[in-house]
C-alpha cells in the first residue's frame, strides 16, 4: 500500500533564517497512529504546519494520499483534520455553530447527524449550545477536536493533544484515537511525553534540531525498552569469557573487570540464576552487582544528546 | 469551487453582523440620522439649494457614501484582523479553500452588511428629507460597487495590520478625511479653482459625484469618469488581494 502521507527532502528556513526543517524524510502509513517525538522546537509544529497548509516549504515536497499539498492542495486538505496545540477558538460562537462550521469549510454538505455523534463522542453534547467562551480549557480542546473531525477526515494531526489536559481527558482521548484508527483514520501526533507515544502509537519518530533522528516500530523499540542488563564488577581481572560460558549473551567490558550479561526481563527464564550458578563453578567471583533498564526515555535522551 | 465553504465563511460573517446589531447597524444609524437633524432640518433651512437641490436632500447621497466607506472598511478589516489576532486563521489556511472563496466569504458579507445599512440609512433619510431618487438602478449599481470596492480595501487593512492600532490608522488618519473632502457636504464647484483641481486627486469624490448624480441627475465629474475611476480602483484592490495570496503576506510564515 502507497504511504498516507510521503514527505521527501521537506526543508524550511524561516525569514528570520532559522532552519526549523533539514531535509525531512518521511512516510506515514495508512491506518496507523504515528508518534512524533521531540522537545520543544525540535521542528515538530513546523512539519504538522507544512502538511496541512499553514506553513510554505522552503524545499522539497509532500503528498497526502497522493496529492501535493501545495499544487493540489485541495484534494489534500480536504482528506486532513488538524487540531492545533494553541487553543484558539472564538469567543461567541455557540459549540453546535463552529463545529458546523469547520465542516462547511472543509467543503462538505451539512450533515447533523454527524455532528451530533462527533459532539456525543467528546462528551460536548450536553454544551452544544453554549457559547465558546464559557467552556473550560479542557472543553475547548474537545470542541477543536471536534471541529477537526467535522469533515470525516481520513488523516488527523494532534499536536501535542494533551498538553495541559487532565487525567480524564487524556483517557477520552486515547479511546477516541484508538476508535478512530479502527474505522481507517491515520492519526498522527506530536508529543514530548514519551509514555504517551509509548501508550498510543505503532510507530514512533524522534525529531531534534529540525532533523528526524529515528523512526522505527513501536514494538521495536519496546523490545530494546523491555531488555534489561545485568553487570558484574568482577573480583579479579579476566581476559577471556570462559568456555564454559559461551552459551550466555556475555560481554567482557575492556578492562576485564567487568561482565556485562543482556537478557529479556519479560520472559519467564532469564537465566540469571543458572548463569551465576555457574560463574561459582568456574571459580569467577564477583563484589558487586546492577541491573539496568534502557528505557524509551533513555534512548531518546541518549539520542537528543548525541545530536546536540 | 468549494461553495460549502463561501457559504459558511458569508454565514459565520453575517451571524457576527446579527450579534452584534446594535453596535453593526443601529449606532451608524443613530450618528447618520443626526446628521440629517443638524445639517438638514437646522442649518440645511438656511442655506441656498445647490444645482437645483435643495441641501438636506443634496447631502443624503454623501452622507450614504461616507457609511458605506468607513463601514465597508471596518466590518471587513474586522472580519479578518480578529481570526489573525486570536488564531482561529489556522482553520481557514488548512482548510480547501482558494483565495477567491476566503475572499468571496468575508468581503461578501462585509460588503453584504454595509449595502443592508447604507438602504436603511436611506430610509431613515426619507423620514428627515424628501428626496427621490432619478436613476435606481445606476444607484444600486454605485452602492454595490463601492460597497464591494471598500470591503476589499478593508480586508487588505485588516491582513496588513499587525495590530489594534494599525487597523484604526488608515480608516482614521487617510480614509475620514478623504471622504469629508470628498464632497459629502458640498459641491466640489463651490471650492476656488486651486482646490478643485487637488480634489480630483481623492478617489471618493467620483464615488460621492457618480453616486449623486443617480439620484439627481447632477454630478461634480461626469458619470463615465466616476465609473471608470470606481473600477479602477476596484482592479488596484483585487490586485493588491491576489499578490497577498501568492506570497502569503502576513498569512503564512
Same mark, same amino acid.
Given at each position: 500500500?502507497?504511504?498516507?502521507?510521503?514527505?521527501?527532502?521537506?526543508?524550511?528556513?524561516?525569514?528570520?533564517?532559522?532552519?526549523?526543517?533539514?531535509?525531512?524524510?518521511?512516510?506515514?502509513?495508512?491506518?496507523?497512529?504515528?508518534?512524533? #517525538?521531540?522537545?520543544?522546537?525540535?521542528?515538530?509544529?513546523?512539519?504538522?504546519?507544512?502538511?496541512?497548509?499553514?506553513?510554505?516549504?522552503?524545499?522539497?515536497?509532500?503528498?497526502?494520499?497522493?496529492?501535493?499539498?501545495?499544487?493540489?492542495?485541495?484534494?489534500?486538505?480536504?482528506?486532513?483534520?488538524?487540531?492545533?496545540?494553541?487553543?484558539?477558538?472564538?469567543?461567541?460562537?455557540?459549540?453546535?455553530?463552529?463545529?458546523?462550521?469547520?465542516?462547511?469549510?472543509?467543503?462538505?454538505?451539512?450533515?447533523?447527524?454527524?455532528?451530533?455523534?462527533?459532539?456525543?463522542?467528546?462528551?460536548?453534547?450536553?454544551?452544544?449550545?453554549?457559547?465558546?467562551?464559557?467552556?473550560?480549557?479542557?472543553?475547548?480542546?474537545?470542541?477543536?477536536? !471536534?471541529?477537526? #473531525?467535522?469533515?470525516?477526515?481520513?488523516?488527523?494531526?494532534?499536536?501535542?493533544?494533551?498538553?495541559?489536559?487532565?487525567?480524564?481527558?487524556?483517557?477520552?482521548?486515547?479511546?477516541?484515537?484508538?476508535?478512530?484508527? !479502527?474505522?481507517?483514520?491515520?492519526?498522527?501526533?506530536?508529543?514530548?511525553?514519551?509514555?504517551?507515544?509509548?501508550?498510543?502509537?505503532?510507530?514512533?519518530?524522534?525529531?531534534?534540531?529540525?532533523?528526524?533522528?529515528?523512526?522505527?516500530?513501536?514494538?521495536?523499540?519496546?523490545?530494546?525498552?523491555?531488555?534489561?542488563?545485568?553487570?558484574?564488577?568482577?573480583?579479579?581481572?579476566?581476559?577471556?569469557?570462559?568456555?564454559?560460558?559461551?552459551?550466555?549473551?556475555?560481554?567482557?567490558?575492556?578492562?576485564?573487570?567487568?561482565?556485562?550479561?543482556?537478557?529479556?526481563?519479560?520472559?519467564?527464564?532469564?537465566?540469571?540464576?543458572?548463569?551465576?550458578?555457574?560463574?561459582?563453578?568456574?571459580?569467577?567471583?564477583?563484589?558487586?552487582?546492577?541491573?539496568?533498564?534502557?528505557?524509551?526515555?533513555?534512548?531518546?535522551?541518549?539520542?537528543?544528546?548525541?545530536? !546536540? | 469551487?468549494?461553495?460549502?465553504?463561501?457559504?459558511?465563511?458569508?454565514?459565520?460573517?453575517?451571524?457576527?453582523?446579527?450579534?452584534?446589531?446594535?453596535?453593526?447597524?443601529?449606532? &451608524?444609524?443613530?450618528?447618520?440620522?443626526?446628521?440629517?437633524?443638524?445639517?438638514?432640518?437646522?442649518?440645511?433651512?438656511?442655506?441656498?439649494?445647490?444645482?437645483?437641490?435643495?441641501?438636506?436632500?443634496?447631502?443624503?447621497?454623501?452622507?450614504?457614501?461616507?457609511?458605506?466607506?468607513?463601514?465597508?472598511?471596518?466590518?471587513?478589516?474586522?472580519?479578518?484582523?480578529?481570526?489573525?489576532?486570536?488564531?482561529?486563521?489556522?482553520?481557514?489556511?488548512?482548510?480547501? $479553500?482558494?483565495?477567491?472563496?476566503?475572499?468571496?466569504?468575508?468581503?461578501?458579507?462585509?460588503?453584504?452588511?454595509?449595502?443592508?445599512?447604507?438602504?436603511?440609512?436611506?430610509?431613515?433619510?426619507?423620514?428627515?428629507?424628501?428626496?427621490?431618487?432619478?436613476? &435606481?438602478?445606476?444607484?444600486?449599481?454605485?452602492?454595490?460597487? +463601492?460597497?464591494?470596492?471598500?470591503?476589499?480595501?478593508?480586508?487588505?487593512?485588516?491582513?496588513?495590520?499587525?495590530?489594534?492600532?494599525?487597523?484604526?490608522?488608515? &480608516?482614521?488618519?487617510?480614509?475620514?478625511?478623504?471622504?469629508?473632502?470628498?464632497?459629502?457636504?458640498?459641491?466640489?464647484?463651490?471650492? &476656488?479653482?486651486?482646490?478643485?483641481?487637488? +480634489?480630483?486627486?481623492?478617489?471618493? $469624490?467620483?464615488?460621492?459625484?457618480?453616486?449623486?448624480?443617480?439620484?439627481?441627475?447632477?454630478?461634480?465629474?461626469?458619470?463615465?469618469?466616476?465609473?471608470?475611476?470606481?473600477?479602477?480602483?476596484?482592479?488596484?484592490?483585487?490586485?493588491?488581494?491576489?499578490?497577498?495570496?501568492?506570497?502569503?503576506?502576513?498569512?503564512?510564515?
Amino acid at each position: 500500500m502507497p504511504p498516507i502521507i510521503s514527505v521527501n527532502q521537506l526543508s524550511k528556513t524561516y525569514a528570520s533564517g532559522f532552519q526549523a526543517l533539514k531535509q525531512i524524510d518521511l512516510d506515514i502509513r495508512q491506518g496507523e497512529i504515528f508518534a512524533l #517525538l521531540g522537545p520543544n522546537g525540535a521542528g515538530k509544529t513546523t512539519l504538522i504546519s507544512i502538511i496541512c497548509g499553514i506553513v510554505n516549504p522552503s524545499k522539497g515536497t509532500v503528498l497526502a494520499d497522493g496529492h501535493d499539498v501545495v499544487r493540489d492542495y485541495r484534494a489534500a486538505r480536504a482528506k486532513i483534520g488538524l487540531v492545533p496545540q494553541e487553543l484558539t477558538t472564538d469567543a461567541f460562537e455557540t459549540v453546535w455553530n463552529t463545529v458546523s462550521f469547520s465542516r462547511g469549510l472543509f467543503g462538505r454538505s451539512a450533515n447533523p447527524a454527524h455532528i451530533e455523534k462527533v459532539l456525543r463522542d467528546l462528551s460536548l453534547w450536553s454544551k452544544k449550545d453554549s457559547r465558546l467562551m464559557t467552556l473550560s480549557g479542557g472543553m475547548k480542546r474537545r470542541v477543536m477536536i !471536534a471541529k477537526a #473531525l467535522s469533515h470525516e477526515p481520513q488523516i488527523l494531526f494532534l499536536d501535542e493533544p494533551t498538553a495541559g489536559v487532565d487525567v480524564e481527558l487524556r483517557r477520552d482521548m486515547w479511546a477516541m484515537v484508538r476508535a478512530l484508527r !479502527a474505522t481507517g483514520v491515520t492519526i498522527i501526533l506530536t508529543t514530548h511525553y514519551i509514555d504517551e507515544a509509548e501508550e498510543m502509537a505503532d510507530r514512533i519518530g524522534v525529531i531534534n534540531k529540525g532533523e528526524l533522528i529515528l523512526v522505527e516500530d513501536k514494538a521495536e523499540l519496546m523490545n530494546k525498552l523491555g531488555r534489561k542488563q545485568l553487570t558484574l564488577q568482577l573480583q579479579n581481572r579476566l581476559e577471556n569469557i570462559p568456555q564454559a560460558l559461551s552459551g550466555y549473551p556475555l560481554e567482557l567490558s575492556a578492562d576485564g573487570q567487568q561482565l556485562v550479561y543482556t537478557f529479556d526481563a519479560q520472559s519467564e527464564h532469564t537465566g540469571i540464576d543458572v548463569l551465576l550458578r555457574q560463574l561459582g563453578e568456574a571459580g569467577i567471583d564477583f563484589k558487586d552487582l546492577r541491573t539496568s533498564q534502557s528505557s524509551l526515555e533513555d534512548i531518546f535522551v541518549n539520542l537528543v544528546r548525541e545530536r !546536540a | 469551487m468549494n461553495i460549502h465553504a463561501i457559504r459558511a465563511i458569508y454565514g459565520f460573517e453575517m451571524a457576527r453582523t446579527w450579534r452584534t446589531l446594535l453596535q453593526s447597524i443601529v449606532s &451608524p444609524v443613530i450618528s447618520t440620522s443626526l446628521y440629517f437633524v443638524v445639517f438638514g432640518a437646522a442649518i440645511g433651512a438656511h442655506m441656498t439649494a445647490i444645482d437645483g437641490v435643495s441641501y438636506g436632500a443634496f447631502i443624503v447621497p454623501g452622507l450614504v457614501m461616507l457609511s458605506l466607506l468607513t463601514q465597508s472598511i471596518s466590518n471587513a478589516s474586522f472580519g479578518i484582523y480578529f481570526p489573525k489576532f486570536v488564531g482561529t486563521i489556522y482553520e481557514i489556511l488548512s482548510a480547501p $479553500v482558494s483565495p477567491f472563496e476566503i475572499v468571496a466569504g468575508y468581503v461578501g458579507a462585509a460588503a453584504s452588511k454595509s449595502i443592508i445599512l447604507g438602504l436603511i440609512i436611506l430610509v431613515t433619510a426619507r423620514l428627515f428629507v424628501p428626496f427621490h431618487i432619478e436613476h &435606481p438602478l445606476w444607484m444600486l449599481a454605485f452602492l454595490l460597487l +463601492t460597497a464591494l470596492t471598500f470591503s476589499l480595501f478593508g480586508f487588505i487593512i485588516g491582513i496588513w495590520a499587525d495590530n489594534f492600532e494599525k487597523l484604526q490608522l488608515v &480608516p482614521l488618519l487617510i480614509v475620514t478625511p478623504l471622504a469629508f473632502l470628498g464632497g459629502s457636504f458640498y459641491s466640489t464647484h463651490m471650492l &476656488p479653482p486651486f482646490w478643485q483641481k487637488v +480634489t480630483l486627486f481623492n478617489p471618493v $469624490v467620483y464615488l460621492i459625484s457618480g453616486f449623486r448624480w443617480s439620484f439627481y441627475g447632477v454630478s461634480d465629474v461626469s458619470l463615465g469618469v466616476s465609473v471608470g475611476m470606481t473600477l479602477v480602483f476596484l482592479a488596484a484592490c483585487l490586485a493588491l488581494v491576489w499578490w497577498i495570496f501568492r506570497s502569503g503576506y502576513r498569512l503564512k510564515a
